[in-house]
């Protein structure tokens, strides 16, 4: 694939770190939120404020008041999918709202027993955080909220009687400390459960004064609270978690499928179960006192997605998290919601990671909605840096969001000083003085493709701009390329380096993965030591070093248009398709741009990577990376006893992944790794502008390899044992070829030998490429591994110089060696 490159000007050294990168999290604090601002924007709300039954329902519902009766049990069972909980004491019930009892405190002796799902790395995860087999504790007290029918199971119609004072701040301290750790509102989703008449319903408890401390238990057969607080969206109904509040993270020690699905042999992903599909956003986006607030009056239209809704809820600034209160203090708080031109009630607490919006209304499924949010909040971050630079405290929860990675459409107006400038994603419309207020700046952009994420950066931005000139007989028009940098000193920026490797890289892609479909293209400077690939917008730290790790990692974010961007992965369990395959694309675009032994060594690093020990709060474990569990569990790789996991594997094990299915489909004979790359744009096509699942990748190599040279040879026609080994297992195998030559009769000769194939299972099976040199030139067949050890015959035309098993390595191991 010919790409001629931009060389750019010699560069200065600088102490360039190696970013973290994809869309990374960071939580930042400023001063309190301060002052009355006003708002200016091209439409306004009704002053007047409305009520609804269903808000008073849920208004009741959050009081959880213990006027319900009181229940003296012994020895009580109650099961909750694979959970049970043993009870001996007494249950206080929360009073009946509509005539619904939602919640309960008991007091007394209880027992909690978790059988694990069969799942490898669940049983293993288990068993390095607790130590055990399965998930059980004794506990003295717990907290209940539910609209399944708990209340029914428990066989009780109690007295009439009032809990005591205790009793009743136990129940009000557990929301509250719940939706301060997690950011979950346990109110307002028992009442969407209801309202909306879901089934089954919904059940949250919290135990405590047992062996293992407080923990809690999540069943969500509608997968709200997993998705929307945990960023489980695999299909995961259920969870058990204990919050690490020294770490301000929740650890989840099992989370699992529902009973049923486990006996059907499958599930479905958690957007099935979407209340809506947000087709457009129309935002207005007061800037003019950023330091300050932030104001956004967002109109949003969309479309139903189930029948019978009168409650429907939004994420929003979800990963501020609890660390010097941020999502209490900088939260994007909503002020008023209209629908149709009628003023709606909602419900957003302290700390909540999002809002409920209850609906007057009861439509059918694909009706029509179009919402307008006016939000306010501290949410921008000003880097301790003499910059006046600013950036969203989250740059993908900054605006109302519902479900995971949904797609939209974008038109953004921000009103800003006039000495500062807007990078955004989209292309830019306009850029004009406001003409009614004095030093304020309207900047438009539209991002007419449907995406899933959006941000902006707020500087006094030095734009560079050029043409991007596709090869010739290219995809298309030239599109613009810029670079929003900073002047002077403030940070090491090279801006024409940059500006090349953004315009060789992104023209790169194209050649291998098929059309940037964007308007635009370009990067925009942000402070932090990692980078963040959004549509047509990259943001990234300095760069004026010109060495392999900064070519890889400017080529990363560029390649994740592709592999994120127009190819969006469907639940964190695929997230390695983006992460991994952006991985692998700089790794190729180093190679090229640097010279082969450079990529070769982002490949031995990438490789040894999977060999450390996992770091643990307290020093180093004992395991290593790789033994963790298999790249399909995405972050949840990442534990308290399992630190850096989730970039080793899903970055590192993924690109290498990968790099597998490239020498997979390439021709040994001739080298020829075009059917790749073929496979990789035909898998953007298929899902272009949509989300794919490991699943959906599977089946486009699944074509492709059927008919791949290597395929023929060995007989296969698909690549399912392939991910069944390397996708959703964690083994490392390591690999040795012992041969001996025997003289044929014709002049020829027969190599012989074993492929020995160890620390992996006895049913595993891969292809491994053999380098032959003859006269200095190298050529390449292939033997196979099946099981600890498998023979092989090679007839080759004469004895060569050097016989060597993959030296380029291609198949992923821990230790390949060859022995003749």
């Given at each position: 694939m010919k790409v001629a490159f931009i060389q750019s000007s010699p560069l200065k050294a600088a102490g360039f770190n190696s970013p973290g990168r994809g869309i990374a999290r960071r939580f930042l604090l400023l001063s309190l939120f301060a002052a009355a601002p006003v708002f200016i924007a091209p439409a306004t709300f009704a002053q007047e404020h409305s009520t609804s039954t269903d808000k008073d329902f849920y208004t009741h519902l959050r009081s959880f008041?213990?006027?319900?009766?009181?229940?003296?049990?012994?020895?009580?069972?109650?099961?909750?999918?694979?959970?049970?909980?043993?009870?001996?004491?007494?249950?206080?019930?929360?009073?009946?709202?509509?005539?619904?009892?939602?919640?309960?405190?008991f007091a007394g002796d209880g027992k909690f027993?978790?059988?694990?799902?069969?799942?490898?790395?669940?049983?293993?995860?288990?068993?390095?955080?607790l130590g055990a087999d399965r998930v059980e504790s004794d506990f003295r007290t717990a907290v209940f909220r539910f609209s399944d029918d708990t209340f029914e199971q428990l066989g009780q119609k109690p007295p009439p009687a009032q809990a005591d004072a205790n009793?009743?701040?136990?129940?009000?301290?557990?929301?509250?400390?719940?939706?301060?750790?997690?950011?979950?509102?346990?109110?307002?989703?028992?009442?969407?459960?209801?309202?909306?008449?879901?089934?089954?319903?919904?059940?949250f408890?919290?135990?405590?004064?047992?062996?293992?401390?407080?923990?809690?238990?999540?069943?969500?057969?509608?997968?709200?609270?997993?998705?929307?607080?945990?960023?489980?969206?695999?299909?995961?109904?259920?969870?058990?978690?204990?919050?690490?509040?020294?770490t301000y993270n929740t650890e989840i020690w099992m989370a699992f499928y529902g009973l049923e699905d486990y006996q059907r042999g499958n599930v479905a992903y958690a957007d099935v179960n979407d209340l809506l599909d947000v087709t457009h956003y129309d935002m207005d986006i007061d800037l003019r006192e950023n330091k300050k607030y932030v104001r956004l009056?967002?109109?949003?239209?969309?479309?139903?997605?189930?029948?019978?809704?009168?409650?429907?809820?939004?994420?929003?600034?979800?990963?501020?998290?609890?660390?010097?209160?941020?999502?209490?203090?900088?939260?994007?708080?909503?002020?008023?919601?209209?629908?149709?031109?009628?003023?709606l009630p909602f419900a957003q607490e302290d700390w909540e990671g999002g809002f409920t919006v209850f609906i007057p209304l009861d439509p059918v499924r694909g009706k029509k909605l179009d919402f307008e949010f006016l939000l306010q909040g501290d949410f921008m971050f000003d880097p301790d840096w003499d910059c006046d630079c600013h950036y969203p405290r989250s740059t993908t929860t900054w605006f109302p969001r519902h479900g995971y990675l949904d797609r939209a459409s974008f038109d953004l107006t921000f009103h800003h000083l006039k000495k500062l400038r807007i990078a955004s994603g989209g292309k830019r419309l306009s850029e004009e003085p406001?003409?009614?207020?004095?030093?304020?700046?309207?900047?438009?952009?539209?991002?007419?493709?449907?995406?899933?994420?959006?941000?902006?950066?707020?500087?006094?931005?030095?734009?560079?701009?050029?043409?991007?000139?596709?090869e010739q007989g290219g995809v298309g028009d030239p599109i613009p390329l810029e670079f929003d940098s900073l002047p002077g000193s403030v940070a090491a920026i090279k801006e024409d380096f940059i500006m090349a490797e953004l315009d060789n890289s992104l023209r790169y892609f194209t050649a291998l993965f098929g059309k940037y479909p964007y308007p635009t293209f370009g990067a925009a400077f942000h402070p932090f030591n990692f980078g963040q690939g959004f549509p047509t917008l990259l943001m990234i730290p300095g760069a004026d070093r010109a060495n392999k790790h900064t070519y890889s990692f400017i080529a990363h974010e560029t390649a994740h248009q592709w592999w994120g961007d127009i190819v969006s992965w469907r639940s964190y369990r695929d997230q390695w398709l983006s992460e991994g395959f952006a991985e692998y694309s700089g790794i190729l675009y180093t190679g090229l741009r640097s010279g082969p032994h450079s990529a070769d060594d982002l490949i031995d690093e990438a490789r040894d990577s999977l060999k450390f020990p996992p770091a643990t709060r307290s020093g180093v474990g004992k395991s290593k990376l790789f033994e963790v569990g298999p790249i399909i569990l995405g972050h949840r790789l990442n534990t308290t006893k399992t630190l850096g996991a989730y970039q080793a594997l899903i970055y590192n094990k993924g690109a290498l992944v990968l790099r597998m299915l490239h020498f997979l489909l390439t021709d040994p004979a001739t080298g020829n790794g075009d059917p790749f790359f073929a496979m990789m744009t035909d898998f953007v096509n298929q899902y272009r502008d949509g989300a794919a699942s490991t699943d959906d990748f599977r089946r486009v190599a699944n074509a492709h390899f059927a008919k791949s040279p290597i395929a023929r040879t060995y007989g296969l026609r698909d690549l399912n044992w392939f991910f069944s080994q390397w996708v959703y297992q964690a083994e490392l195998p390591s690999y040795k070829m012992e041969y001996h030559f025997e003289d044929q009769p014709d002049g020829k000769v027969l190599m012989m030998g074993t492929v020995t194939q160890e620390n992996a299972p006895t049913n595993w099976f891969?292809?491994?490429?053999?380098?032959?040199?003859?006269?200095?030139?190298?050529?390449?067949?292939?033997?196979?591994?099946?099981?600890?050890?498998?023979?092989?015959?090679?007839?080759?035309?004469?004895?060569?110089?050097?016989?060597?098993?993959?030296?380029?390595?291609?198949?992923l191991s821990e230790k390949t060696s060859t022995k003749g």
């Open positions: 008041s213990l006027g319900g009766g009181s229940a003296t049990v012994s020895g009580l069972v109650l099961n909750r999918d694979r959970a049970q909980m043993t009870f001996t004491g007494t249950f206080y019930f929360a009073t009946p709202v509509d005539g619904h009892v939602t919640g309960a405190v027993s978790a059988q694990v799902p069969p799942s490898d790395f669940e049983q293993e995860n288990v068993k390095r955080l009793t009743q701040k136990q129940a009000n301290d557990m929301e509250a400390r719940v939706m301060k750790e997690t950011g979950a509102n346990l109110s307002a989703r028992v009442a969407l459960s209801i309202l909306n008449q879901e089934k089954p319903g919904f059940f408890a919290n135990f405590e004064g047992g062996k293992r401390g407080r923990f809690s238990l999540v069943l969500d057969y509608q997968n709200r609270v997993p998705v929307a607080n945990f960023d489980l969206n695999g299909g995961e109904k259920g969870l058990i978690y204990k919050y690490q509040p020294d009056l967002a109109r949003v239209q969309a479309q139903t997605m189930a029948a019978n809704l009168r409650a429907i809820s939004f994420r929003i600034g979800e990963d501020l998290g609890e660390s010097e209160s941020r999502r209490l203090k900088k939260q994007m708080r909503l002020q008023k919601v209209r629908l149709g031109g009628s003023e406001d003409p009614e207020i004095k030093d304020v700046v309207v900047t438009k952009y539209r991002m007419q493709q449907p995406v899933s994420l959006v941000t902006f950066a707020l500087a006094p931005f030095e734009r560079h701009t050029e043409m991007v000139k596709w891969m292809i491994l490429p053999v380098a032959l040199t003859f006269g200095g030139k190298q050529f390449y067949t292939t033997v196979h591994a099946d099981g600890p050890t498998a023979q092989f015959k090679i007839k080759l035309p004469a004895r060569p110089g050097k016989v060597e098993l993959d030296p380029r390595r291609w198949v």
